[in-house]
Each structure stands twice: as structure tokens, then as C-alpha cells.
């Protein structure tokens, strides 16, 4: 990974008064979200816990806090000049909805993978006030081509993260809770915040450190786009080789500078932690299923963060539900890295001996009970009696699979497991 060398700039800190002047910027056109209670995950942790609903915005997340509260301060000849910005979905969609609203012109730059559901979310936003110009394989590579164009036409970059407005802005989610949890009696203890540039955790950390210092705040990156860990170990932001894109919201190779000072000068309250895809996938599913929420990926983050650690019994915990663009024809995909990731979904090569009869054996002595055959497929078109299959099983319960591989080994059929992180599974899924 590549670090950078350059001269670090320098901003004033962003303190909880900067957070409530633009809290009160912003309250005409944005409403607060609710702060909702969550049963299952309060009984499933021992803690108290509650969901900030950010995927309740007009734009299905928090990002138009920020967008509003940066675009709102641009003089009269800077709203002439136009502004562009880069997003993987969620900013763009709240930059649209802020050149609507205030009738500024601008173009906003998307990566290719950006989900067509955001694409189209960002054109009903914008209107004829917005041009959607996709472009690059991920964000990095839509920034550049963003403020390349700033540079050239003079209009305004909008910043989806790495500004001091932008920061502030977000930081009004961490205002909001605080006042709802006051209304109830209740003290935040930890917060569970998604992280993907870092303008979010980075805003509310700022508001927590003067106004509730005691509270921890869990800052929750997936494993394949971890860049506010990886700036953190190397005391400064660093450019990842790769990144995972299935976090879209998420899925930044670089941290902002402005965010990273301002975490860097927190890490005492601060924690930091991974979490995989398929876990995600898991708490996406489960907040749909049980709570009837619809979090993209980067809003399951926090839940899924909180899942996997160990929170203080009876402590009041709020997880952040950062957003809730996702396309609907992702939740196949959803499912089986759910599957995968709970050791439910296996993929096989098996290779059938030149004998009759040798696929009822497989059905009638290999597999167990409960396990279903999801996919069969042989790999030599010409001979579908004979020869290799691929074949995906998905087991009643995880504790099957070591039965089922000791019946694999002592069978005269050769089965070959395909197991995640390998090129053949790449290739497969």
C-alpha cells in the first residue's frame, strides 16, 4: 500500500459548537431520524440497545447532512460557478438532492459498480439540476475524474468526507442521539458507527468528546476496504493495493485527511474494528427479517460490529443504521455470502467413477438428511452419466460439515472441497 509523504494541512479542531450551528443550518430542510429500540439485539448482547435510522433520510441516508451543510455556506458566485462531486451513491444522492432544493447546477461522478437502484435514486433527486456522469472502476478513480473537472470549469468540489463542513454536518447524528437518549433518561455508553472515509465517525466522535466523554465509539470498516485501520497502524492515511467493492458505501482505498487528524487525536475513545462481508451480509438479513429494516450494506456495519463484540451488560449502546440504498437484485448475492460465511454453503468438485450407479451412491451415502443439493452441474457437457460435477450443498446446520467430508474421504468418490479466498471459488461465485 502506498503512503503519502505530502505536508499535512491545517484546520481548526471541529468542536460541539460547530456540530449545533450547523445542526440548526440544517433543521429546515432535514428532519431528525427516529432512535429505535431494538429487542432482538438487546436480548442477543445484554446491552440496551438502540438504531439510529439514518436509512429514514429523504435520500435513505446521512449523507445529505453533510452535503447540505457544506453546499449551504457557498457564497453566491461559487452556487453560479456550479459544483461537482464523487460518490459511491449515497453522497451523490444527497448532493442531488441539495442542488434541487437550492437550485444549483452540478455534476456528480460515480464509480461503475455503483448499484443501478442508486443510480436511479440520484437522477430522481437531482432533476434537471443534476448531470450523472459514471465513470471509473471505484470512488478513488471517480474523485479524480471529479475534481479534474473542477479544475477545469472553476465549479465546487463537495467533498463526501474528507472536508471540515462535510465532518461537521455528519457530526449533527451524534447531536440528535444524545438529545433523544436525554428525552428518555438514558446516556449513551458506546456507539457503533460504520466507517468508510471517515467524515461519519469522525463528526460524531468530535461531538462526543465534548459532550459525552465517557462514551466509547466503535468505529466498523469491512475487512476488504479496512483504510482507517490501515492509516491508524501507519500513523497516517494510506492508499490500500485493492479493495472489496460489495460494501459500496464503504469501499474507499484511501481515509480522508481531515477525518483521519481528527480520529487520530481521539484514539483513546476510539475502536477500531473488521468485519467480513459475509458477516454483513448475515446482519443485513436479520434486520430485514426481524426488525423489517432495509440497510444497504455499509448501514449493517454497526450491527454487525456490535454483534461480534461483548458489550457491557444493561449498557445503553446505539448502532448507527447509516443507509438503506440497496438494490433488491443484490439479495441473491446477499444470501449466499450469508450462507457461506455461516459454514452452511459448500461448493464441491466430484468426481464420479465409469461406473453405473455411482450418483445414487453419492445421494444415498454421502450426503446426510438435511442437506440439500443447490446447484449440479457437469463440467464435461458431452457425458452427463460420468466424470466430474460441480456441486454446491447446503447443510441443515454448520456441525454437519465434519460428517459429511468423513464420508466424502472414505467413498471410492473423489470429492475436492473449494474453499473461499481460492481462485477456483473466485472463479465460481
Same mark, same amino acid.
Given at each position: 500500500?502506498?503512503?503519502?509523504t ?17 445542526q ?12 429505535q ?10 446491552a440496551?440497545?438502540?438504531l439510529k ?9 446521512y449523507?445529505?447532512?453533510g ?5 449551504a455556506?457557498?457564497?453566491?458566485s461559487?452556487?453560479a ?14 448532493v ?24 436511479d435514486r ?18 478513488d ?7 479534474a ?8 468540489? !463537495?467533498? @463526501? =468526507?474528507?472536508?471540515?463542513?462535510? *465532518?461537521i454536518?455528519? #457530526?449533527? /447524528?451524534?447531536a440528535? +442521539?444524545l438529545?433523544?437518549l ?14 468508510g ?5 469522525s463528526?460524531i ?15 466498523v470498516e ?7 485501520t490501515?492509516a ?10 485493492? !479493495?472489496? @467493492? =460489495?460494501?459500496?458505501?464503504?469501499? *474507499?482505498?484511501?481515509? #480522508?485527511? /481531515?477525518p483521519?487528524? +481528527? ?18 451480509c ?45 438494490? !433488491?437484485?443484490?439479495?441473491a ?13 459448500h461448493y ?9 450407479g ?5 445421494l ?9 443439493i443447490?446447484l449440479?452441474?457437469?463440467?464435461k457437457?458431452n457425458?452427463r452419466?460420468?466424470g466430474?460435477?460441480?456441486v ?23 470429492c ?10 473466485e472463479f465460481?461465485?
Amino acid at each position: 500500500m502506498e503512503s503519502s509523504t505530502a505536508t499535512t494541512p491545517v484546520f481548526p479542531p471541529v468542536r460541539a459548537a460547530d456540530i449545533q450551528a450547523a445542526q440548526a443550518r440544517i433543521s429546515s430542510v432535514i428532519a431528525p431520524t427516529p432512535l429505535q429500540y431494538c429487542p432482538r439485539l438487546s436480548e442477543a448482547t445484554g446491552a440496551e440497545v438502540y438504531l439510529k435510522r439514518e436509512d429514514l433520510q429523504d435520500v435513505r441516508s446521512y449523507k445529505i447532512r453533510g452535503a447540505y451543510n457544506n453546499v449551504a455556506q457557498l457564497s453566491d458566485s461559487q452556487r453560479a460557478a456550479g459544483i461537482v462531486a464523487a460518490s459511491a451513491g449515497n453522497h451523490a444522492q444527497g448532493v442531488a438532492y441539495v442542488c434541487r432544493t437550492l437550485g444549483i447546477e452540478g455534476r456528480i461522478y460515480v464509480p461503475d459498480q455503483t448499484p443501478k437502484q442508486k443510480l436511479d435514486r440520484i437522477r430522481v433527486h437531482g432533476g434537471d439540476k443534476v448531470e450523472l456522469v459514471v465513470t471509473g472502476r471505484n470512488f478513488d478513480e471517480a474523485s479524480a475524474a471529479a475534481k479534474a473537472d473542477a479544475d477545469k470549469t472553476g465549479a465546487t468540489v !463537495v467533498e @463526501p =468526507f474528507d472536508a471540515r463542513d462535510t *465532518v461537521i454536518g455528519q #457530526g449533527t /447524528v451524534a447531536a440528535e +442521539i444524545l438529545a433523544q437518549l436525554t428525552s428518555i433518561g438514558k446516556s449513551a455508553g458506546a456507539i457503533y458507527v460504520p466507517v468508510g472515509g471517515g467524515g461519519l465517525i469522525s463528526g460524531i466522535t468530535s461531538y462526543l468528546a465534548d459532550m459525552a466523554p465517557r462514551c466509547a465509539v466503535y468505529g466498523v470498516e469491512p475487512a476488504g476496504a479496512a483504510s482507517m485501520t490501515a492509516a491508524l497502524e501507519a500513523d497516517g492515511p494510506v492508499t490500500l493495493d485493492n !479493495v472489496d @467493492p =460489495f460494501v459500496d458505501g464503504a469501499a *474507499v482505498k484511501r481515509i #480522508g485527511e /481531515v477525518p483521519y487528524r +481528527i480520529i487520530d487525536a481521539n484514539r483513546g475513545r476510539l475502536h477500531m474494528m473488521t468485519v467480513s462481508e459475509g458477516a454483513v451480509c448475515t446482519e443485513m438479513l436479520g434486520l430485514y427479517q426481524n426488525e423489517g429494516i432495509i440497510a444497504e450494506p455499509a448501514g449493517a456495519l454497526s450491527v454487525t460490529g456490535l454483534v461480534e463484540c461483548t458489550p457491557k451488560p444493561g449498557q445503553t449502546v446505539v448502532c448507527v443504521v447509516s443507509g438503506g440504498n440497496n438494490d !433488491v437484485l443484490r439479495y441473491a448475492e446477499i444470501m449466499e455470502r450469508s450462507l457461506v460465511h455461516r459454514g452452511l454453503k459448500h461448493y464441491f468438485l466430484v468426481n464420479f467413477p465409469q461406473e453405473p450407479g455411482q450418483l445414487r451412491m453419492f445421494l444415498e451415502k454421502i450426503l446426510g438428511p438435511n442437506d440439500d443439493i443447490t446447484l449440479f452441474e457437469y463440467l464435461k457437457r458431452n457425458n452427463r452419466e460420468t466424470g466430474t460435477a460441480l456441486v454446491g450443498l447446503q447443510l441443515g446446520t454448520a456441525a454437519d460439515l465434519p460428517g459429511l467430508l468423513e464420508r466424502m474421504n472414505s467413498s471410492r468418490i473423489s470429492c475436492q472441497q473449494l474453499k473461499p479466498g481460492t481462485p477456483e471459488y473466485e472463479f465460481l461465485t
